[in-house]
């Protein structure tokens, strides 16, 4: 993924906006998968920090336009987690995968805590439900990935066929 380009930026942002929209709107279920970690996370291990730092912000303030959360808050959660993520150079697909869960994990805790009541959820449907969205970003994660190799292959193979 060439994320360098502003334009590709923008359409990338609207795209992943646009799905988190839909799945936000469409799924009335206490757990949807978070598109912008997943894509955030992405264009870090692509080598692109800063702009992931940048697109962190911009994305915590749609998403919480989105779910209308308190403005701001889910841009810190990114911030964090992006900036850690940004230390872990993983290339190959299961560390990936593997990172993408303890980082959902991470966020989705995240989310339910409040610093004055602690966690907003009893233990185990907590426990419950930040598995199903570990699971649901961890999956969303192997299957792009998996087309994106698949994608970076052929632009490969194009450029080694003779004219």
């Known amino acids: 993924m060439n994320n360098k380009n502003p334009i590709k930026i923008m359409e990338q942002l609207l795209v992943v906006s646009s799905l988190q929209l839909i799945f936000a709107i469409s799924f009335k279920s206490a757990v949807i998968p978070s598109f912008f970690l997943i894509w955030l996370l992405i264009i870090t291990w692509d080598g692109n920090t800063e702009i992931s730092l940048v697109l962190a912000f911009v994305a ?97 193979k194009d450029y080694l066929v003779i004219s």
């Open 60 to 156: 915590g303030i749609i998403h919480d336009l989105i779910s209308r959360g308190t403005l701001g808050t889910t841009s810190i959660r990114f911030l964090i987690l992006i900036y850690i993520n940004s230390f872990l150079k993983i290339k190959n697909l299961s560390a990936k995968v593997a990172a993408t869960f303890f980082f959902s994990f991470l966020f989705f805790i995240s989310i339910l805590f409040e610093p004055a009541k602690g966690f907003l959820w009893n233990i185990w449907p907590l426990v419950k439900y930040s598995l199903i969205f570990c699971l649901y970003n961890s999956i969303i994660l192997y299957f792009l990935e998996l087309i994106m190799r698949r994608y970076r292959w052929k632009q490969k």
